[in-house]
Nanobody, 119 residues
Framework: QAQLVESGGGSVQAGGSLRLSCATFGVYDCMGWFRQAPGKEREWVTT???????TYAGPVKGRFTFSQDNTKNTLYLQMDSLKPEDTAMYYC????????????????WGQGTQVTVSS
């Protein structure tokens, strides 16, 4: 059974916006977003620990916003001022007790949603 389900990806022009959603089906201590472009290692984007504010990777800080709607058990990644270098497969991830920047420490993953930004 899917623990996390991402949606909201698509193709936009540079400067546009997208909002990704991550539906959760469990109780987690940490939630994060990662992305992976072809030929590159999976990259940390943002993480939120229960009870804390989210933290962001430098390349997305000021442009991306990680939020949650507890009534819907859904997390959102609002992406504004998108750049071609943001093009990647975006993954929602979760862990029961660890908040790590390393993708391999997360036990639960969604299937990914593709984001493509054109010049």
């Amino acid at each position: 059974q899917a623990q996390l389900v991402e949606s909201g990806g698509g193709s936009v022009q540079a400067g546009g916006s997208l909002r990704l959603s991550c539906a959760t089906f469990g109780v987690y201590d940490c939630m994060g977003w990662f992305r992976q472009a072809p030929g590159k290692e999976r990259e940390w984007v943002t993480t939120i620990h229960v009870g804390d504010l989210p933290t962001y990777a430098g390349p997305v800080k000021g442009r991306f916003t990680f939020s949650q709607d507890n009534t819907k058990n859904t997390l959102y990644l609002q992406m504004d001022s998108l750049k071609p270098e943001d093009t990647a497969m975006y993954y929602c991830a979760a862990d029961l007790w660890r908040c790590s920047l390393a993708y391999y420490n997360y036990d639960y993953w969604g299937q990914g949603t593709q984001v493509t930004v054109s010049s």
